[in-house]
């Protein structure tokens, strides 16, 4: 709860514009979960078109026990006003966080469901199907646990993504400064009652979607919110909010398990679009956010005593009674202004509760409005009744009960206190204590509370019979982070403690622990965080009584910071403060029906055996009154496979007797196990086909069942797959249809049966001239593919023999008939006769000649060319050879006699090229270098003049190509290199004469003229980055100057020597600076007269800092105390300012100020002290000033902490001790002057 004056101001920050919608989502709200009356379930969602959605359900059998069409209904209730459209918050795109106008509500009830029993759900909308599961309630007296979570005050609003709030510490112990620190600079300060305080780490944004993570990591079976769920009931952007978090695009926890929420007193607020008043549209603020309420949360409802719709409701969950309550109003209403002020309350005291939890609105005026839905709480009222008669039925029906309502009754935060104590709100919860009897006298367990953000537990026993009730403050959801009250009014330092049944609070008895062992404070544990209360409820038995154990945890989101205080994670911790408590349940002798399952499934396991429990057939547990009959055994064996129904007679104690049969079906989910091994069979190429067995690829087969059926991705195997590898699945089915395989990879091998033989037999001869006949076997029935002279098919021949006549090795490539595969016959080698031709050389190096021709003949073939063997003609495939031939060649060579060929040789010609390149350079070259980027580049073209080969160029290199800095103004040697693509290599030397050049000078500019005294700033500038390495003046080097900017106070010629970053050193352009002579004299006080030297060529008067608007003459009335110093500017055009003058009250002429007291507390004061004027003046804080006893204003030394018409507070803690005069205008012009004596 936060106060209303910042809502005040939030109002005046909006203004008009365009603003941007987001595009139309599936679901504007996703679906929901609610329970209501005793555990039925209801789910809702919301969109921004009527488009039906279906809604299916599934039991944890994955059988659909709903399916049903939901049609929209349209929602008048939610609606956007003018101030929500056009509103603009820092940070945030406009609008960006806005719907469609429409909005269409979904909801279905489900009454028929199995209790703790897990449902699945989906509802499809266009296409999009959303999915989520819940669990329904257990039976009242079956049941084992439960869990819910209790948290209020999540207040969301859009500005919650980017606002921090003030984060209370415990007192004023270590913590980073809320002055001057890294936390304040990087999350901010809030000041509260002039106090400045740290801002928490974490947005409204972060801490909420964080404790929702949280809390959907537990998997609770429900929530309970009590209250300002948003904030602003009225105001639909804070709605809006609310569901992205839990059933939307931050978070959906809503979708998996129930809300139970309450009305706040921000459920009854407008916001921007009205406050507590009307809306644009003349409707009352607080009737419009509540109806809202109940268009989100409404549930059916046949209670004939709740008359308010459904502010105030009960819900059962199981054993658990929530009783829901409306504190938003008390009879008769009253206001902090019914109790004078001198008559109100202080520090610790108290009278009565009080009646009514709010000053906002009337009873009446709501009832005016049209409002139908708000009823008091105390004695007499309708809603007083309802809970007296739940709470009488819930006790006597052994439920364990939990109450909620928003207003905590007993509290040490700020609304802890009565409507007629100083300190009040005017939102206090005490008039709710009225209540508390009647929680006691029926056993209530505990009361969920918010209102205070503060997290605190109190223990409330008014009757002394050592039970009492546990009061829970629970509004750390996700807003303030309040701590205890404290008495601002007397001492803000201190707490007000005005709760006497507190246990204990987060910000006070969870100490925040720093280390502060490095430079930034680091918080490891402890104090205020955003939470909530974990209620985690127990069945247990002790001493034959059986309890349901509740144990209360606080637990809190703790943010782990970095040094940089940037958030690496956020973990889930529980305060010191758990608590337990026992309560013995009722023993009823009600009878417990079994609830038989229709159905169950079982798998059979490895051994084809599946084992039933007894339990394994109810839905709920098995009560030890019972006798259970089965009608077979309950294991199971692949025998079952096709189903079995098994008859179940439970008998208990009493005789009752229920007989239910049960289809158990029985499965076999688990495949065969195959274990594989390599084949050995091998292919035979004669014949050209292998057929191969699941057997041939199986070492051993298992199934449960025993029944295996095999199928192999491959069995046939023909000549294309010899020498590949090959993958194989092997694939084992049972009976019931469950497949595994396996996959074998193995190489098929061949081999060969026959072989085909070839004759004359090998090293047969071939006469000189004359040809042999080759003929194949008859081993197998076979086609001719090719035959092969050495190695090389003959062409066009595919009979079974051939005539041959040159010498070497002959074979076949046959094809097996009929489906064989291609293999080779044997082969038989021939050799020739006497060859006259034997001595011929086989290889033969050439020189290309100058023009790059080598030719080849026949002489260069033998040793000794006589005249026999000019008789023969030699034919070459090449004989002629250039520079592309350079390198080995392979010659065809046949020598004929007339037209009959002899013989035919290969010649392996090697032609060489052995003349080097011909190059001509220059003998010398200038290169310049850019002293800007320190390099010169040399390319070969700047240096040769011709370079030529018989054959190519392949490469021109130079022995060094890159110059710097460093050699500039040498001449350096450079060899040029030329190489043919033979190895041949040239080399010539160039003399390089290495010049620096550079685009612009660097120049110095700045001031050319300087007025004496004065000081003036040349720089040095250029269009290349640089450093300053020397500054000179006159030719003198400026010793230690070395930046690019220099301050002179004398004339001079000034000179920088840079050097290029990077690269080479330079000189500035000088630059000529003149000196001015500069004004003197001082300031001539006369009474009220102050006067300035005369001749001078202007004036400017300024008084404390400030300049004297007007004040340009050489003389100035002084009409107030102050520091008063003079600008002036002689006819050279120099200004000087003279030394200051102090003018004190003594200095100023009398009977000209009208002067009234100044209150000054406290006086004497060591830090902060308060201004307030004696009488009606109202107060001008920007005229404040403060003077030490010699009339020095020494105003810069207090700060300004806050003002308004009737009081200035300032921060004085800078003064040293001492006594001042302390002076401030009224708004007319009235001085008030008062002492302050200054304490250390």
Avoid at 303 to 318: C, E, F, N
Wanted: charged share 25%; hydrophobic share 35%; net charge negative.
């Amino acid at each position: 709860m936060k106060p209303l004056r910042f809502l005040f101001f939030l109002a005046f920050l909006i203004f008009s514009g365009s603003f941007v919608r987001v595009a139309e989502p599936t679901f504007r709200v996703k679906p929901y979960l609610q329970v209501f009356q005793d555990g039925k379930v209801q789910i809702s969602w919301f969109t921004s078109s009527n488009t039906a959605s279906e809604i299916k359900v599934f039991d944890n059998q994955g059988t659909l026990v709903l399916s049903q069409t939901i049609n929209g209904e349209e929602v008048p209730e939610i609606f956007y006003t003018s101030q929500e459209l056009n509103q603009s918050i820092d940070g945030l795109d406009k609008g960006s966080w806005l719907y469609q106008a429409q909005v269409f509500r979904f909801r279905v009830q489900l009454t028929n469901l199995k209790t703790n029993h897990t449902y699945r759900y989906q509802v499809i909308r266009n296409g999009a199907v959303f999915e989520s599961n819940f669990t329904t309630a257990p039976d009242k007296s079956n049941w084992e646990n439960i869990r819910f979570i209790a948290l209020s005050d999540s207040e969301t609003e859009p500005l919650g993504r980017v606002n921090r709030r003030a984060w209370f510490p415990r007192d004023l112990s270590y913590r980073p400064s809320a002055n001057s620190s890294k936390w304040k600079d990087k999350f901010g300060v809030t000041v509260e009652q002039g106090i400045p305080i740290l801002n928490y780490a974490l947005t409204e944004k972060e801490g909420y979607a964080q404790n929702l993570k949280i809390i959907n990591s537990r998997n609770p079976n429900f929530i309970v919110m009590p209250g300002d769920l948003v904030q602003g009931g009225g105001y639909q952007p804070a709605w809006d909010e609310f569901w992205r978090h839990n059933a939307g695009d931050f978070d959906n926890g809503l979708s998996k398990y129930p809300i139970i929420p309450a009305l706040g007193n921000w459920e009854n607020f407008g916001g921007i679009s009205g406050g507590y008043g009307n809306n644009e549209n003349g409707q009352f603020a607080p009737v419009v956010g509540r109806k809202r309420f109940h268009a989100y949360f409404e549930t059916p409802s046949s209670d004939p005593l709740q008359k308010h719709r459904q502010s105030y409701y009960r819900v059962d969950y199981g054993p658990v009674t929530i009783l829901t309550l409306d504190s938003s109003n008390g009879t008769p209403d009253q206001s902090r202004s019914d109790f004078p002020e001198n008559s109100r309350l202080k520090n610790q005291e108290y009278t009565v509760d009080g009646t009514d939890t709010q000053e906002n609105f009337t009873a009446s005026q709501y009832a005016a409005a049209g409002g139908t839905d708000l009823s008091g709480f105390g004695p007499g009222s309708e809603q007083y009744v309802w809970l007296e008669a739940n709470l009488k039925s819930a006790k006597e029906a052994g439920q364990l009960i939990f109450v909620q309502f928003h207003h905590i009754p007993f509290s040490s935060g700020e609304h802890g206190v009565p409507m007629n104590h100083e300190l009040a709100t005017g939102q206090g919860g005490t008039p709710l204590r009225v209540l508390h009897p009647l929680f006691e006298a029926n056993g209530v367990i505990a009361v969920l509370a918010g209102h205070d953000e503060l997290f605190e537990r109190s223990l409330v026993d008014l009757d002394g019979d050592g039970k009492g009730v546990l009061y829970y403050d629970v509004g750390v959801a996700g807003d303030g982070m309040r701590g205890e009250k404290r008495n601002w009014l007397r001492n803000p330092l201190e707490l007000l403690n005005y709760n006497p049944y507190k246990k204990w609070t987060a910000d006070q008895n969870e100490p925040e622990q720093w280390d502060t062992s490095g430079a930034t404070p680091l918080l490891k544990d402890g104090g205020k965080h955003y939470g909530h209360l974990e209620v985690n409820l127990k069945k247990i038995q002790d001493g034959g009584k059986t309890f349901a154990q509740i144990d209360f945890d606080p637990v809190y989101a703790f943010p782990v910071l970095n040094s940089n205080y940037d958030l690496e994670k956020v973990e889930r911790r529980v305060y010191g403060d758990s608590f337990r408590v026992m309560v013995e349940l009722s023993q009823t002798s009600e009878v417990i029906a079994p609830q038989f399952k229709e159905k169950i499934t079982v798998e059979l396991n490895e051994n084809g055996n599946a084992n039933t429990k007894t339990q394994d057939y109810f839905n709920n547990t098995i009560q030890a009154n019972w006798t259970i009959t089965f009608s077979r055994d309950i294991n199971f064996s692949c025998a079952d496979l096709a189903g079995s129904e098994v008859e179940i007679q439970v008998k208990d104690d009493k005789g009752n007797t229920w007989t239910k049969v049960v289809l158990v079906a029985v499965l076999d989910k688990i495949p065969p196990k195959l274990v594989g091994k390599t084949p050995t069979q091998k292919l035979d190429l004669i014949v050209g086909k292998l057929e191969l067995k699941p057997e041939d690829f199986l070492a051993s087969a298992f199934d449960n069942c025993g029944e295996i059926r095999y199928e192999l991705s491959k069995q046939s195997f023909t000549c294309e797959d010899v020498g590949k590898k090959h993958v194989v699945k092997i694939f084992g089915i049972d009976s019931s249809g469950n497949q595994s395989f396996i996959e074998v990879e193995f190489e098929l091998q061949s081999f060969q049966s026959k072989e085909l033989s070839i004759s004359p037999a090998s090293g047969t001869q071939i006469p000189f001239g004359q040809q042999k006949l080759v003929t194949l076997g008859n081993e197998f029935d076979y086609e001719v593919l090719a035959w092969y002279y050495n190695e090389e098919v003959i062409a066009n021949q595919f009979g079974k023999s051939i005539e041959v006549s040159k010498p070497g090795q002959y074979f076949t490539k046959v094809k097996p008939l009929p489906n064989g595969c291609p293999v080779f016959s044997k082969k038989t080698s021939l050799t020739q006769g006497d060859d006259p031709f034997a001595v011929i050389k086989k290889e033969i190096i050439l020189i290309l000649n100058p023009n790059g021709i080598a030719e080849l003949g026949p002489k260069s073939l033998f040793d000794n060319w006589n005249a026999e063997l000019e008789k023969y003609t030699y034919i070459f495939s090449k004989n002629r050879f250039t520079c592309e031939n350079v390198g080995t060649n392979e010659v065809k060579l046949e020598i004929k006699s007339g037209n009959d060929l002899l013989s035919e040789y290969t010649i392996i010609v090697l032609v060489k090229d052995t003349l080097a390149p011909v190059l001509t350079v220059k003998e010398s070259f200038q290169l310049e270098v850019k002293l800007e980027t320190g390099k010169g580049i040399l390319k070969t073209s700047d240096l040769v003049i011709e370079a030529r080969d018989i054959c190519s160029i392949s490469s021109l290199t130079l022995s060094r190509s890159e110059f710097g800095c460093e050699d500039i103004g040498k001449t350096i040697p450079v060899k040029v290199t030329a190489k043919d693509p033979s190895g041949n290599i040239k080399e010539a030397t160039t003399q390089v004469k290495v010049v620096g050049v550079e685009t612009a000078k660097p120049k110095v500019v700045g001031n050319q003229a300087l007025c004496a005294g004065a000081t003036g700033i040349l720089e040095v500038e250029s269009t290349q980055d640089f450093e300053v390495l020397k500054w000179f003046r006159n030719g003198q080097e400026i010793v230690g100057e070395k930046s690019k900017k220099l301050e002179i106070k004398e004339g001079g010629k000034y000179q920088a020597v840079i050097r290029y970053i990077g690269a080479c050193l330079s000189e500035s352009l000088p630059l000529e600076v003149s000196l001015k002579e500069s004004p003197g004299g001082e300031i001539k006080v006369d009474g009220d007269i102050l006067r300035a030297p005369e001749g001078m060529a202007s004036y400017q008067w300024f008084k404390d800092g400030e300049k004297i608007a007007g004040a340009t003459q050489r003389e100035l009335k002084v009409t107030a105390m102050g520091t008063y110093k003079v600008q002036v500017t002689n006819e050279v055009g120099c200004t000087a300012m003279l030394k200051e003058v102090v003018m004190t009250i003594a200095g100023l002429p009398g009977g000209k100020l009208l002067v009234e007291n100044l209150k000054v507390y406290p006086n004497p004061a060591k830090n902060h002290v308060k201004l307030m004027a004696e009488g009606e003046w109202e107060l001008d804080s920007n005229t404040v000033s403060i003077f030490d006893l010699s009339g020095k204003n020494v105003s810069q030394q207090i700060i300004l902490i806050s003002a308004n018409l009737s009081e200035i507070n300032l921060d004085v803690s800078l003064l040293p001790s001492g006594t001042y005069s302390v002076m401030v205008f009224s708004i007319d012009q009235k001085v008030l002057i008062g002492k302050l004596i200054k304490l250390d």
